[in-house]
């Protein structure tokens, strides 16, 4: 069988498989299973991608959102900052090779026990920064990670997502493709909000 997955990220080509792998061995029908995977998409907070034209306000015409808010571990991370850098968008291909900025905007990855802070630092030497333009960072957890973020890919660190939020016109630029990845309780689902109003919304 040959299917497109219409989702970013190797992460969900391989949760595509498992669910193929499970229909095989129930003997169902593999067919209608493709159709409705090609057909499947993130949800808002899980990888759900939305394209932003900007309305009047801004000087900037258009930007990309991949909406990761709602959930953060170590690998679901790692996952994350691969999907951004193999994620490619009409901008890609109508800058005449001018580059398009892959942005990771972190919340802290809360629930993750006594070495919380242990894990935050460790996971910056688990990512490959190659392919990500700017890293910001949310949070006091995640100001451990932030520290150990290469010079050259550091953006800023703010305490608070109201802090971040403040911040909005000098974080977004035009074409960027902005990757937003925390906890859920970290509340970073109101920056996409807050993104979302910069323009009309065209998934």
């Not at 669910?19 to 299973?33: F, K, P, R, W």
């Not at 942005?103 to 993750?112: H, S, Y």
């Not at 630092?121 to 890293?135: C, Q, R, S």
């Not at 960027?176 to 993104?195: H, P, W, Y």
């Amino acid at each position: 069988f040959f299917f497109k997955v219409n989702s970013t990220g190797v992460h969900h080509a391989k949760n595509a498989l498992g669910v193929i792998a499970v229909l095989d061995s129930l003997e169902l029908d593999i067919t209608q299973g493709l159709f409705a995977l090609s057909n499947w998409s993130p949800t808002s907070g899980r990888g759900l991608i939305t394209h932003i034209r900007c309305d009047d306000r801004y000087l900037i015409q258009d930007f990309t959102i991949i909406d990761e808010t709602y959930n953060a571990n170590p690998a679901s991370v790692i996952a994350a900052f691969k999907a951004l850098v193999n994620f490619s968008s009409h901008a890609d291909d109508v800058l005449d090779n001018s580059h398009v900025r892959r942005i990771a905007i972190l919340g802290d990855m809360l629930e993750l026990g006594p070495t919380q802070n242990k894990k935050h630092a460790d996971l910056a030497e688990k990512i490959d920064f190659d392919g990500i333009d700017v890293v910001h960072c949310v949070g006091d957890l995640m100001n451990c990670f932030y520290k150990k973020v290469p010079d050259r890919k550091k953006g800023k660190w703010f305490r608070t997502v109201k802090e971040l939020s403040s911040a909005i016109a000098n974080i977004v630029k035009d074409r960027d493709i902005i990757m937003v990845k925390a906890s859920n309780g970290v509340g970073l689902d109101f920056f996409i909000r807050e993104l979302k109003a910069m323009g009309n919304l065209n998934k």
